[in-house]
């Protein structure tokens, strides 16, 4: 009996404490992991998106920026950090294929999952002179010539191309490049054919009339590009792109992660964080922990149909 009561009396004090913690929090700097290169989309995200939220939280966040294996080494370093508020992840899609192609050990659940910050579809993109002018035109020929049109691709392998070509039945021949800033020249300069990345990582080129855009890869049309027409306008079901977030650790407590989350909505809906999104065309897509860990398992379910 003695021992029951000891025990109950630990777990209230503990239960104070973490009450109390999460009270006074934040007390000190906040430091954000971004897992993919300083200059990158999601290094300028996650930046922004800090630098809106330290205004709310009224203490610093730094930007660590923790590199390699496509985002798995900064990532996994993130989760394994203490789980006390202190240190948050930037989170991206990666989260959900790489581990299922053992390229990473740390899964989604290694997470409490804060909120998602942005989605953005893939949109099929060939130069300005191309005789592809509809995704019908760029699928009859990958029809007629199996493995012969040339796919810039910005990663390997390429979800993007991987739900086109298995919804239509159609093989591209995919060139690999390191990134949208390797793709695009590639298309403009034809050595390759086409090319699948986000709105904002073309928006340069479209605006300018070097790029041509084929069909948007979303429920609906977005408004950086409201003249595309989506692929499901043209009679294709298909639908994929990216997102970001952020995470911190698994046993952070659910006080702290709710004090953040509030900080990071009001972040996005800052007038800051706004304007950089809207120059960058990139589309801010915020759901709350609950729906946005639901958001990834369903994701995490999709990229397995690619992943054999």
Not at 17 to 33: G, M, V
Not at 111 to 120: E, S, T
Not at 189 to 197: F, N, S
Request: a neutral charge.
């Amino acid at each position: 009996m003695k021992k029951l009561l000891k025990t109950a009396l630990i777990s209230a004090g503990l239960l104070m404490s973490a009450s109390s913690f999460a009270a006074d929090y934040p007390t000190k700097n906040i430091r954000l992991i971004v897992p993919f290169g300083a200059g990158g989309g999601t290094d300028a995200v996650g930046r922004t998106l800090a630098n809106s939220a330290e205004k709310i939280l009224d203490t610093s966040i730094s930007v660590m920026n923790r590199t390699g294996g496509a985002g798995a080494v900064g990532m996994s370093f993130g989760a394994r950090q203490r789980a006390d508020g202190y240190t948050l992840t930037v989170v991206t899609r990666e989260i959900a294929s790489l581990p299922q192609m053992g390229l990473m050990q740390n899964t989604a659940d290694d997470f409490k999952l804060i909120r998602m910050v942005n989605l953005d579809p893939a949109v099929i993109l060939v130069p300005a002179d191309s005789p592809f002018n509809t995704v019908s035109d760029l699928i009859a020929e990958a029809k007629k010539m199996p493995g012969k049109v040339k796919f810039a691709s910005t990663a390997a392998p390429n979800f993007y191309l991987m739900a086109l070509e298995q919804a239509q039945d159609i093989k591209l021949n995919a060139v690999p490049y390191n990134g949208s800033s390797e793709a695009i020249p590639s298309v403009l300069g034809h050595h390759t054919q086409v090319t699948m990345v986000t709105p904002g990582e073309a928006i340069a080129q479209l605006r300018s009339g070097q790029l041509k855009a084929l069909g948007v890869m979303s429920e609906e049309r977005i408004a950086y590009i409201p003249d595309v027409p989506t692929l499901k306008e043209q009679g294709f079901d298909v639908t994929t792109g990216t997102w970001r977030g952020i995470g911190a650790p698994k046993d952070t407590p659910d006080e702290i992660i709710e004090i953040l989350g509030n900080a990071f909505d009001q972040a996005m809906a800052s007038a800051e964080f706004k304007e950089f999104m809207s120059k960058g065309a990139m589309t801010i897509h915020p759901l709350k922990a609950q729906e946005f860990t639901d958001f990834v398992k369903k994701d995490t379910e999709v990229l397995s149909k690619f992943i054999k």
